[in-house]
């Protein structure tokens, strides 16, 4: 398959940022884009950036998996989406974190996020549902919660794809008006975006820096020799 050519990005105004794997069914691309679409249809100064989790050999047949997801939505707009397929080095992550205003997630499920995580790190408010691992840390004084509803599904490694789980489905109307409420509030609330965005950081200072594993780690190891020495007693 053909490379891509690589151009240079330019980014301005209100910006929403979303990393993910296109193939991940959890990740709800079509959701995502269509409400996005809808919510800043005539709003020229509004961007959509999504890096996709990809490599050279794969990234055109994901291009072309995204313009048809992108056609079939059948939504004319003045809004901007931008796809970065590229690697991106930790500088140029960080460019992007320092152009974004929120970052954007609409997943069924996840298991950490880590894409979300840093953002917040960065000082980045976000609009993403409280379920799953994102329960751990995302609330609304970290950036604007997305309602959901359990939905029946099956495990990705059944053949038989049986309904014995379940993810949650997001109610899109809700994610529609979040997307506006964000932008009116990095617009004409910067007091409150300013607080979610310290928030954020606070949050995952407290929850993932290094004194907080190196806390961690220590309990565990306190745990276990704890657990050694009642061993010890059991067995005299």
């Known amino acids: 398959l053909p490379l891509l050519p690589s151009t240079i990005l330019t980014i301005q105004g209100l910006v929403y940022t979303s990393v993910f794997n296109l ?24 961007t959509l950036v999504l890096k ?5 050999s794969r990234e055109f047949h994901e291009v072309r998996l995204f313009q048809d997801i992108y056609s079939k939505q059948g939504i004319r707009h003045r809004c901007r989406i931008a796809v970065i397929t590229d690697y991106l080095s930790d500088e140029e992550m960080v460019r992007l974190s320092q152009a974004t205003t929120y970052y954007l997630n609409a997943s069924r499920a996840e298991g950490a996020c880590l894409p979300l995580q840093e953002a917040l790190a960065a000082g980045r408010p976000a609009l993403a549902p409280a379920h799953t691992a994102m329960s751990d840390y995302m609330d609304d004084q970290v950036g604007f919660v ?17 309904y014995e789980t379940y993810w949650n489905r997001i109610v899109w109307s809700h994610l529609r008006d979040q997307l506006l409420e964000s932008a009116r509030v990095a617009e004409y609330d910067r007091e409150r975006y300013y607080a979610m965005g310290r928030a954020a950081q606070a949050r995952l200072k407290h929850m993932a820096s290094c004194d907080a594993a ?23």
Not at 23 to 46: G, P, Y
Request: aromatic content about 8%.
């Open 52 to 56: 996709l989790a990809t490599n050279p």
């Open 146 to 162: 997305l309602e959901t509803h359990p939905e029946p599904t099956f495990w990705p490694h059944d053949p038989e794809r049986s």
């Open 214 to 236: 190196c806390r961690a780690l220590e309990e565990a190891i306190e745990g276990l020799r704890d657990f050694n020495e009642q061993c010890v007693k059991w067995a005299a």
């Open 23 to 46: 193939s991940d069914r959890r990740k709800n691309v079509e959701d995502l884009l269509s409400a996005f679409l809808l919510a800043f249809q005539d709003r020229e100064d509004v």
